[in-house]
């Protein structure tokens, strides 16, 4: 019966994974202000199902550390060549500054769009590995990256730092949470949990409503800076609770949940999945596309079909050395 609880539960987890990588694809396309100021925070989420899976097995801090790395910077080596070699056969590419932005990995100065998220996922897990150590207190722990998290905010807005050092603590109050839920949440009453649920999902369909600007309105005046920090994470804690509920109704679609364990492939493909669709479309002689609205969510996600089919399963299939090292068994995302 056990087992049987745990098969379900990494089920909906892989399923939200795989929702939040298509949150993500939409979120770069030009869908709307009605989208985006939904999708925006889905780095959170993705944060937090990290967060729900952290490992606490390590003996010590210099395995933990070097089992991180190989698992979540190989594919992130693997697939930035194959976005070299894509770039350099169909568009124009300098080979030195992407070896620059491979190295340095920020957010806003990283080799693809979405390949931050990778080198910051290292830097918080060893941020959480190091403070979920040194406390021994689960509410303490959530507490403290709570604090860390609203400060980095404060002081550092600009993500500008290597490897997402600076966003790794930033977002570090989600992964938290995510892990406080995987080993706390069945202790919360069901009334509460249902209820928190509900909120989220009511605060979800208001931002979409009112594209992010309700408090503004109802204000009549622009919101002071703490008031939008504090929009911004009940927008974030909202979306996970609306992906979360989606992950548990279509838990039992296996299929999605198979996609939802290529999480890392997906993220690291995506500008593969807007260069050579737009390649192949110029070259047969027809204008850019230039879609907007729901239609520009229509065509992020059918790249992410095209994903799928062209890069995940042959990936999986043929070239699985290219997302886990050889001789290793673990997957990071």
């Not at 070299?84 to 056969?89: P, S």
């Not at 897990?125 to 190091?130: A, F, N, P, Q």
Request: charge should be positive.
């Amino acid at each position: 019966m056990q087992a049987a609880e745990q098969t379900r539960r990494l089920s909906w987890l892989d399923v939200m994974k795989l929702l939040c990588i298509l949150a993500v694809y939409c979120d770069h396309s030009n869908a709307g202000d009605h989208y985006q100021a939904l999708f925006a925070y889905v780095n959170g989420a993705f944060f937090f199902c990290s967060g729900y899976t952290a490992s606490r097995r390590a003996s010590s801090f210099g395995q933990f550390a070097r089992d991180k790395f190989t698992a979540i910077f190989w594919p992130y080596t693997t697939f930035a060549v194959l976005t070299l070699a894509v770039r350099a056969c169909l568009t124009q590419v300098n080979a030195a500054d992407f070896a620059l932005r491979f190295l340095y990995g920020s957010r806003d100065y990283c080799c693809s769009i979405t390949f931050w998220f990778l080198p910051c996922l290292f830097v918080m897990s060893l941020y959480y590995y190091g403070i979920s150590r040194a406390i021994r207190s689960p509410g303490g722990v959530l507490a403290l990256c709570f604090a860390v998290s609203c400060a980095v905010k404060f002081l550092h807005e600009a993500p500008t730092l290597p490897w997402g050092v600076d966003m790794a603590a930033r977002y570090l109050v989600y992964y938290a949470l995510g892990d406080f839920l995987a080993h706390h949440g069945a202790a919360l009453p069901k009334p509460a949990r249902y209820a928190a649920l509900g909120a989220g999902c009511a605060w979800a369909a208001l931002t979409l409503l009112f594209a992010g600007r309700l408090p503004q309105r109802l204000l009549g005046r622009p919101l002071p800076l703490a008031g939008l920090y504090v929009q911004q994470f009940v927008t974030t804690l909202s979306l996970i609770c609306l992906l979360y509920i989606a992950a548990r109704a279509l838990q039992n679609v296996a299929l999605l949940a198979k996609l939802g364990r290529s999480t890392v492939i997906f993220c690291c493909c995506e500008e593969i999945a807007e260069i050579v669709p737009a390649f192949l479309w110029q070259s047969a002689g027809f204008a850019p596309l230039q879609p907007a609205g729901m239609a520009a969510v229509l065509y992020r996600l059918f790249t992410a079909v095209l994903v799928c089919v062209c890069i995940v399963i042959p990936v999986n299939r043929f070239f699985p050395w290219m997302v886990k090292y050889p001789g290793k068994a673990k997957n990071a995302a």
